[in-house]
């Protein structure tokens, strides 16, 4: 066994005699002075399974019983990995206290693909940027994605519905050697638990079948270290599920789950409530990346733009945005301290059979976009800063987040001749708060003291005011976030400086303590 590392007891023992779901199993594990009792289940073919996710190093005794038993003695050697990522304050940090910065993609139906196209789309992760995996558990109907899958999770019955209580051990130990695969690449599995477009009859399952799988599903995957839970892709276009269905699923996710990973749920529409003590932290789908500051002021939260529309050529909106607009979306969502999910849809406009194209956003394969290089940049620079990034205080879009006790403290900071202007925001109503965060054209974040950067997105300024602390001094840089050029502007700066700029779109300004 190893610190961070799932931990494995495996047993031969005769076919259960009911429902393969109903197996009383557990292992009682002692570590540290600590004890923790977990589940076990019945993986197939005659074997038992009992997992266990080890926090830390020592001399680790255990007991399974039920339907097999075994007992024993495991020295937990000292980690060589992070651990699982935990939502602290609005950002992520590994269990060790290392800083996670999520840099995501899409790939919905990736385990649901044949092994030639699986291996391809991990070759590509391999040296992709990403470090964050969006997919599905259930296969996927829809557009550019009407394969039928390898596997399906469960047997059938007479009348052709599926018994959620005969799992196929084909399908888990597909699905979990595919987050295997990803884990040793250091790519979180964003696991997206349901999702709406089924044909096969999936999102329509009672709730009683939903509760069975989800109970199966953690038993078999909680001590993974690299899984996210994601309760639903666009869950509320899901018409067999009420809001309270939801919201025991959300509940039991929580309750099954006794390591606790991050879990969240993804909108279409309405937006999931991040504030609810289950959740961990928003997954959005929105369009207008101004909303990121204002849900983190919200929640509290870390917030994760899990579907700001994809790279690509589709006849849909949502999969025709640009590699500039792609790359300009992550840059607004790590402006204001939030993260980011990238995704590709390019069609070949001369394919015949639409259905059978490899698009990856659906199925994986090789990238050919013009943004992940860009977004590589982007997180070298992310990764290369002190600390994770907030949204600077005192920017324009940011002050119809403040609470009135905050507006009056930074209003009695201002000249006189100011005071008029900032407070006349106190009569904004939300509608005209939305229409002011929508219409930010810069975005501007920073690390305490020790770095400030500005992305100016479609703003075409030849100087741009930067404003930084008397008491330290600053390296100044004007960043092209689309050719990826770094120009050392000023050195020794501090207080008000005149940045001069190339009057195009897509610069940004970075600032960073002189140590």
Same mark, same amino acid.
């Given at each position: ?6 931990a ?24 540290s ?5 977990v ?8 074997? !038992?399974?009992?997992r ?9 005794t ?14 937990v050697?000292?980690?060589?990995s992070?651990?699982?990522? $935990? ?37 590509? #992760?391999s ?9 599905c ?10 394969n ?21 051990? %084909?399908f ?7 987050i ?13 638990l ?7 009859g ?11 799988y ?24 899901t ?7 939801? %919201? ?13 990973? #991050?879990?969240?749920c ?20 929105? $369009?207008?990346?101004a909303v990121?500051?204002?849900?983190r ?10 579907e700001c529309?994809?790279e ?17 979306r992550f ?7 939030? !993260?980011?999910?990238?995704? +590709?849809?390019?069609l ?21 976009? $013009?943004?992940? +290089?860009?977004?590589a ?7 290369s ?9 005192g ?20 000249p ?11 009569r904004l109503?939300? !509608?005209?708060?939305g229409?002011l ?6 975005y ?11 992305? #100016?997105?479609?703003?075409?300024s030849?100087?741009?005011?930067i404003?930084?602390?008397?008491n330290?001094? !600053? $390296?100044? %840089?004007?960043l092209?976030?689309w050719?990826?050029t ?14 001069r #700029? ?5 610069m ?8």
């Amino acid at each position: 066994m190893r610190q961070y590392e799932m931990a494995e007891l495996s047993f031969r023992g005769p076919e259960p005699e009911g429902k393969a779901t109903d197996v009383k199993l557990t292992g009682t594990f002692t570590l540290s002075g600590k004890t923790m009792t977990v589940p076990g289940f019945y993986a197939g073919n005659g074997t !038992y399974k009992v997992r266990f996710y080890p926090t830390e190093a020592g001399i680790c005794t255990y007991k399974v019983e039920g339907a097999v038993t075994g007992e024993g003695t495991e020295t937990v050697e000292p980690a060589a990995s992070h651990g699982m990522v $935990k939502a602290v304050g609005t950002h992520f940090e590994y269990e060790d206290g290392t800083r996670f910065d999520p840099f995501g993609t899409t790939i919905y139906a990736l385990v649901h693909q044949e092994k030639a196209l699986v291996e391809e789309t991990l070759k590509t #992760l391999s040296t992709a940027p990403f470090n964050k995996v969006r997919m599905c558990v259930f296969p996927k109907d829809y557009s550019y994605n009407k394969n039928e899958p390898p596997y399906y999770p469960f047997a059938k019955k007479a009348d052709g519905s599926w018994d959620v209580t005969a799992p196929n051990p %084909e399908f888990f130990d597909n699905l979990e050697d595919k987050i295997v695969k990803l884990g040793d690449m250091g790519i979180e599995v964003d696991l997206i638990l349901f999702h709406p477009y089924d044909r096969w009859g999936f999102a329509s399952m009672p709730q009683r079948d939903n509760l069975v799988y989800l109970d199966y599903l953690m038993k078999r995957l909680a001590a993974f270290p690299n899984i996210w839970w994601s309760l639903s892709n666009e869950y509320d276009f899901t018409p067999k599920k009420t809001q309270k269905d939801w %919201e025991e699923i959300e509940q039991a996710v929580h309750d099954l789950d006794p390591y606790h990973h #991050l879990e969240s749920c993804h909108n279409g529409f309405h937006y999931w409530d991040a504030t609810r003590p289950n959740i961990t932290h928003s997954s959005l789908q929105v $369009k207008s990346l101004a909303v990121v500051a204002h849900e983190r002021a919200r929640t509290k939260k870390p917030v994760m733009i899990d579907e700001c529309c994809y790279e690509g050529n589709l006849n849909q909106s949502w999969g025709a945005i640009s590699g500039e607009e792609m790359t300009a979306r992550f840059w607004q969502a790590v402006a204001q301290g939030g !993260y980011c999910t990238h995704g +590709e849809t390019f069609l070949d406009p001369d394919t015949k059979d639409e259905d059978s194209a490899v698009v990856y956003w659906a199925k994986g394969g090789k990238l050919i976009g $013009k943004s992940p +290089e860009r977004i590589a940049w982007l997180r070298n620079i992310v990764e290369s800063l002190p600390g994770p990034i907030d949204p600077q205080t005192g920017r324009f879009g940011n002050f119809c987040d403040l609470t009135d006790k905050q507006l009056d403290a930074f209003i009695d900071q201002v000249p006189e001749q100011h005071k008029f202007f900032f407070g006349s925001m106190r009569r904004l109503t939300e !509608y005209e708060k939305g229409i002011l965060r929508a219409g930010e054209y810069n975005y501007a974040g920073q690390v305490g003291e020790k770095a400030y950067f500005w992305y #100016l997105y479609r703003q075409t300024s030849a100087r741009y005011e930067i404003l930084l602390p008397e008491n330290h001094t !600053y $390296k100044v %840089e004007v960043l092209d976030t689309w050719k990826m050029t770094r120009t050392t502007f000023a050195e020794h700066a501090s207080g008000s400086v005149q940045v001069r #700029l190339p009057g195009k779109e897509y610069m940004a300004v970075l600032a960073t303590i002189e140590e």
